[in-house]
């Protein structure tokens, strides 16, 4: 029971029960959603923890509260995009502010995506000791084609080596802003916090909807919660929704009942009503993974054939590829279990079944980079406590038969037979290096090494270039953002955007351990480093297998034709130890035993592959 009054231009609830059921409703002019975007190491997160502090939405106890999984913490970048409502007053009015901190890892640029697609504003922070770097600008341009209002922040202000002057000639260059919409602050003294509150209340405008119409709400986030099953997040663009209401998720049919409704603080809190223009959560006991997809609407059951859905986000188009394998082959449900949980709160991650002679059944996972890879099986291992083997990553290759059919191949082992293929095409991607002059001529001997063309080269400002290249997407998955940041020392920023197929002269390169080739380590190549890259690896493998009781011979073979081989020595017993005299054929005759032995074992014999060795083709030089 309750009753609604306005007062204010607010909305006001009132529940006739127990105090803590007051409930007051911001109007939506007093609404705000706005993200933070950078590049990563920015300050994005601290800068978040001061406005929470100054906001009184919580006592940050610790460094990034926001980031709040272990591997974030550990690594010092945000991984998962992380919503959170703050109250601001101000002269004697109370704004409702919703924040979402978001990644700033090429990486994770879905993440990003997401969270700009539920705002009407962003923050675009950048470190005054480095400048705008490749990923300020990919999210700019992401941002603005959403048509988000930009507040520009310069962060680390407090820093000796500081420049802000410089890197706001950089902003207006970019934006063509004026100097004075610039705010300067820092996330570890709290400067120009102040500012960035009035800015977000003053320049971001307000949700735009109807309160009165048919209830529609994006998707733009779910989470797996072992207890209450699947609780989405969402963004109202269009009427309202109560606790116990009866709801329709429209793309994928399925009804449900609103058993809790909320908004998003450091925890969950529960509302009895949200209306246009909240952010928030739903929790209806949803089981089923499938059962909800981001970029999904939630409208009513009453109003399903009045109400059309939002258009939701762009289909994910991963860019690596790799096999995923559990250890144990009986943990193979327990994987795509895991798998579809990891999907719900990763809606960038894909995956399809696969099977492999050397490892059984698992899956051929897509990823949207190296880090992303390396970040899902970190988490596989930490949150489901799921041993998992990872295949050597690949991209994904267009093969057109002798005629002209094309099958996308993602997977070595799906090559067809060499005679029947026409010609292979390989993803290229447009490549954006921002750095200092010093490092141009190191960052070009790279890049050209990698199959890379110079497309142009820009002068930013004092001593930053932007340099431009087209690359195959397949050179740079591996090690190239490491060898990057190692030759420029940090100074070099990598971003990247899909650039169409072009026809190339690649071979598929086998591992064959005595004789039996190794579907797993497959790989795709290109024949110019063919040969190189088959003895690299065959000198890794020896590294990492383990000897056994017989000779392990490593081979790399393109066809039938070999082009590199390494032997792993045996583990031989000294049988002749006992003979201490006597005639020499008593030793031979020893010998000979132990040979036929091994010749024996080596037939019966399986060679065990380590994790590891799966990933050496990473660790290459």
């Not at 009035?198 to 209830?215: F, K, Q, S, T």
């Not at 006991?285 to 059951?301: F, L, N, P, S, Y």
Request: charge should be negative.
């Amino acid at each position: 029971m309750g009753f609604f009054y306005v007062y204010d231009d607010k909305i006001v609830l009132i529940f006739l029960g127990e105090p803590q059921d007051f409930i007051t409703f911001a109007a939506m002019k007093h609404i705000r959603n706005f993200c933070i975007i950078a590049h990563i190491d920015h300050g994005k997160s601290t800068l978040a923890d001061r406005l929470l502090e100054r906001t009184n939405t919580i006592q940050v106890t610790e460094g990034q509260m926001l980031d709040d999984m272990d591997l974030e913490r550990e690594r010092g970048i945000t991984i998962k995009s992380h919503a959170i409502q703050m109250e601001y007053e101000r002269d004697g009015q109370k704004y409702i502010l919703n924040l979402i901190d978001t990644p700033g890892h090429v990486d994770f640029s879905y993440e990003v995506s997401r969270s700009i697609a539920a705002c009407e504003g962003a923050l675009l922070v950048v470190d005054a000791t480095q400048g705008v770097q490749a990923q300020t600008i990919s999210n700019l341009y992401m941002a603005i084609d959403h048509d988000l209002e930009i507040i520009p922040v310069v962060n680390k202000c407090d820093m000796p080596n500081a420049m802000p002057e410089e890197v706001e000639d950089e902003i207006i260059d970019l934006l063509g802003c004026k100097r004075e919409e610039i705010i300067r602050a820092s996330g570890k003294t709290g400067e120009g916090v102040e500012d960035i509150l009035n800015a977000v209340v003053d320049r971001i405008p307000c949700p735009v909807g109807d309160e009165n119409a048919p209830l529609q709400a994006l998707i733009f986030d779910s989470v797996f919660n072992s207890f209450r099953g699947i609780i989405a997040y969402f963004k109202i663009v269009n009427g309202s929704i109560k606790s116990g209401d009866d709801v329709v998720f429209i793309n994928t049919g399925k009804e449900y009942k609103a058993d809790e409704i909320g908004v998003l603080k450091m925890d969950m809190v529960p509302r009895r009503e949200l209306h246009c223009g909240d952010v928030g959560y739903i929790v209806s006991g949803i089981k089923t993974a499938t059962e909800v997809k981001v970029g999904d609407t939630i409208t009513h059951v009453s109003t399903l054939g009045r109400t059309t859905a939002i258009a939701g986000f762009e289909e994910v188009k991963p860019m690596v590829f790799a096999g995923v394998y559990p250890i144990e082959t009986e943990d193979y449900e327990n994987l795509r279990a895991s798998l579809e949980k990891l999907q719900l709160n990763d809606a960038s991650l894909t995956f399809q079944p696969e099977s492999s002679v050397a490892l059984g059944f698992g899956f051929r996972c897509g990823f949207l980079g190296l880090l992303h890879m390396e970040i899902v099986q970190e988490r596989l291992d930490r949150e489901f406590n799921m041993d998992v083997i990872t295949t050597v990553p690949n991209v994904s290759y267009q093969v057109y038969d002798k005629q002209g059919e094309m099958k996308e191949v993602h997977n070595p082992a799906g090559m067809p037979d060499p005679t029947l293929i026409d010609h292979i095409e390989e993803p290229y991607i447009h490549a954006s290096v921002i750095t200092t002059t010093n490092y141009i001529g190191p960052i070009m001997t790279l890049c050209l090494g990698k199959r890379g063309e110079l497309i142009k080269q820009d002068f930013i400002s004092g001593n930053r270039v932007e340099i431009q290249f087209a690359m195959p997407l397949g050179e740079i998955v591996i090690d190239f953002y490491d060898k990057l940041k190692s030759i420029s020392k940090g100074y070099a920023s990598f971003d990247y955007h899909q650039d169409g197929f072009r026809p190339s002269k690649l071979v598929k390169l086998d591992i064959l351990l005595n004789g039996e080739p190794v579907d797993a380590l497959s790989t795709l190549t290109h024949v110019d480093n063919s040969v190189d890259f088959g003895r690299r690896m065959c000198e890794k493998l020896k590294e990492l297998l383990p000897r056994q009781q017989f000779d392990i011979a490593i081979q790399a073979a393109i066809g039938a034709k070999i082009i590199a081989r390494e032997t792993v020595k045996q583990v031989r017993k000294d049988v002749t130890a006992k003979c201490y005299g006597g005639d020499i054929s008593r030793k031979r005759k020893l010998l000979e035993k132990q040979k036929r032995g091994k010749k024996r074992m080596k037939q019966i014999g399986n060679v065990q592959v380590p994790q590891k060795a799966f990933l050496a083709v990473l660790k290459l030089d």
